[in-house]
DNA sequence: TTCCTAATGTTTACAGTGATAACATATGCG
DNA sequence: CGCATATGTTATCACTGTAAACATTAGGAA
């Protein structure tokens, strides 16, 4: 890979593939364009040909993260349809977060609103998914209203204790073991 | 305030000050130790007789903020007791988030965990009003076990609430007026 | 094929950052 | 009064993101 042609190839990808494997390893702000530019072997400025910023690399990084959630929550969910499939994808969530920290946190920092109106979430995607399930929960009666009360519930219960433990608030394996009496509850009550 | 004397009098609750007020216009990562020191008016180097690192002067702020919240939680809880109260606490902890995004960001990036075992939260605090009520709600017959579940639970659900408002996920004044719906139902439920 | 334009990389440079070390001044205690 | 110590300052370093000017190459038009 120590080719010395003066063009690169496909210096885009290898820019963002070394991007994620930092982003694994440490927050993003302490990824720095020129780390990156030194791993790939490439001059600091290279990079500038294909992110203007390193704002529009994070972006592309968060935009590669949210795809990669979204996979592995129809993967978890597919083994079982209906309620226990909307369960997984909540799992899902969870573990994603545990085991990408900084890509997950990145997901919701620089990504534009995945809940709002004027966002058409594309299907798959993890907030289709959500919008999928709870409208599947609710039936064809339930009012507007009623479905976006029982999304933002939903997605605030997962991504709160996501967050809640990658932040250390809370003790790891206990709330690892807690999973499921969180996210269970919500199906229970019929919501 | 231009006082030119060698020494500044209280320079450490200046710089907590000043940094504090930034804070409120700009995120953690773009406060600059040169920038409060310029606005205070002394030498960049004189924070580092105070803090020894930037990151000292983050966890700082963070107690400060800290502080402040569990100081209006309470407020807002002592209007009403009991249950009721403890939704108060709830509606407190949010509206904090969404008046002081970036310090309450801090909170939470630059803590200690609150509720590990390791860690005793003093009195008043928010970790402590949390157990406090959830304590309270469930009886002293509960076990350890169902009484940390909702207390994650009831954490979890007002932390992610707070955070995809803040990160935009969600739209905001739909979101805002949502904030009953989404906390009240954990209380129809018993849980 | 040949040529030239656009795409892609490089070098150089600048302003801003957190941090350390060496030096200056004032405060308050004996 | 005198001096140790707390507090501020200046100079400097390594690093960052980014812009501008320059170098090389790839790929289509002639």
Known sequence: MTRQSYHHGDLRAAVV?????????????????????????????????????????????AHHGLALLGEQQRKSAARSGGTEGFAQTGRAYVRFALNHPNLFRLIFIHSPGHMRPETSSPEGSPAWLLRHYIGQALGPRATPEQVFASVLRAWALVHGLSMLILDGQVERKAAEAMIDQVIAPDRRAGK
């Open 17 to 61: 593939d070394e991007a994620l494997a930092l982003l694994e390893k440490g927050s993003p702000e302490d990824l720095s364009l020129r780390e990156v530019a030194r791993n790939v072997g490439v001059s600091a400025t290279a990079v500038y040909r294909h992110f203007p910023s390193k704002e529009d690399l994070l972006k592309a990084l």
